[in-house]
């Protein structure tokens, strides 16, 4: 099983800053994800970081507000910019192979926006 | 019609019980069906992978696939009160990601 690291694991910012957010692997993986979880709620995709090319934003997020990056296949960041109270969540990164593999999460970014 | 459902709980169930954890999905293109535990504060844990039709075993846990009713399954055999957490079911689309359900509070009383 891959392991995820994220670095930091909490910050505390203040609004209109940004923040970015690491994400390493312990292994090559061909798939990273960046999701959001809002307190009390389920996972929701922010986008696909795709190596080498541009990330897949699902609706409602944009490149504008969390630009993301991903120079090879054990690493990525995602930055929140411009941060509003809005955006304080936990933002999740996680990795996986294949349409048949497992898929693996980091342990998670808790962002609060004051 | 959301594209992941999950009785939405919460769940109790004594202490050696069988728990049982219900997920149907929309899309019939869906390729793999996960089973991830969520406790308080932490991350997700992957607990169970399955995308053939049929059972899949794993120690106290088995996961149900009924790909032709839409329908994942998760049973947990003599709950613990450790297994108290929140489980999610994911579903993996043609595009790779996982799209979850909204969870299922499960609680094990001693």
Do not use: H
């Not at chain 2, 075993?57 to 049973?75: H, P």
């Amino acid at each position: 099983s891959a392991v995820i690291s994220q670095k930091p694991s909490r910050d505390i910012c203040q609004r209109g800053t940004s923040l970015t957010i690491q994400c390493q692997v312990d292994s090559q993986v061909t798939m990273m994800f960046w999701y959001r979880q809002q307190p009390g709620q389920s996972l929701t995709l922010i986008a696909t970081a795709n190596q080498g090319s541009e990330a897949t934003y699902e609706s409602g997020f944009v490149i504008d507000k969390f630009p993301i990056s991903r120079p090879n296949l054990t690493f990525s960041t995602l930055t929140v910019s411009n941060m509003s109270p809005e955006d304080s969540s936990i933002y999740l990164c996680s990795g996986g192979d294949s349409a048949f593999s497992e898929q693996y999460f980091g342990p998670g970014t808790r962002l609060t926006v004051t | 019609q959301k594209e992941v459902e999950q009785n939405s709980g919460p769940l109790s169930v004594p202490e050696g019980a069988i728990a049982s954890l219900n997920c149907t999905y929309s899309d019939r293109g869906s390729q793999s069906f996960f089973w991830y535990r969520q406790y308080s504060g932490k991350s997700p844990e992957l607990i169970m992978f399955i995308y053939s039709n049929g059972d899949k075993e794993d120690g106290r846990f088995t996961a149900q696939l009924n790909k032709a009713s839409q329908y994942v399954s998760l049973l947990i055999r003599d709950s613990q009160p450790s297994d108290s957490a929140t489980y999610l079911c994911a579903v993996r689309g043609s595009a790779r990601q996982l799209t979850f359900g909204s969870g299922t509070q499960l609680t094990v009383l001693p």
